[in-house]
């Protein structure tokens, strides 16, 4: 079982910015797959972000711009650096992991079904 932890969350006010991390606890730089989901009150879990292993990154159309996903495989924690965020970026943030073990390393993607493991998330609000 692999644990996530996200730390960053806040309150900002439009317009402003705040970086999200997840750390893993058996974290791998070999072959794996991070994205970066957020819910709403009241609304559907959504994809925002997505970095595979060799660094190629997805982005939701309602963030691109604005949002980065990255990593730092020497201490193993995926960022997302928001920027820009608006009221309508409020929402937990919650990190998901995939561990490679077998074939290529996998497209990033912002879709549920690819990811294994969960984080409890954070929470993003942000006022007008």
């Known amino acids: 079982q692999v644990q996530l932890v996200e730390a960053g969350g806040g309150s900002v006010q439009a317009g402003g910015s705040l970086r999200l991390s997840c750390s893993a606890s058996?974290?791998?730089?070999?072959?794996?797959?991070v994205g970066w989901f957020r819910q709403a009150p009241g609304k559907e879990r959504e994809g925002v972000a997505s970095i595979n292993s060799i660094g190629t990154t997805t982005y939701a159309d309602s963030v691109k711009g604005r949002f980065t996903i990255s990593q730092d495989n020497v201490k193993e924690i995926v960022y997302l650096q928001m920027n820009s965020l608006n009221p309508e970026d409020t929402a937990v943030y919650l990190c998901a992991y995939r561990r490679i073990t077998t074939g290529d390393v996998p497209s990033p993607s912002t879709a549920m079904g690819p990811y294994q493991y969960w984080g409890q998330g954070t929470q993003v609000t942000v006022s007008s």
């Open positions: 058996e974290y791998t730089t070999l072959k794996h797959l």
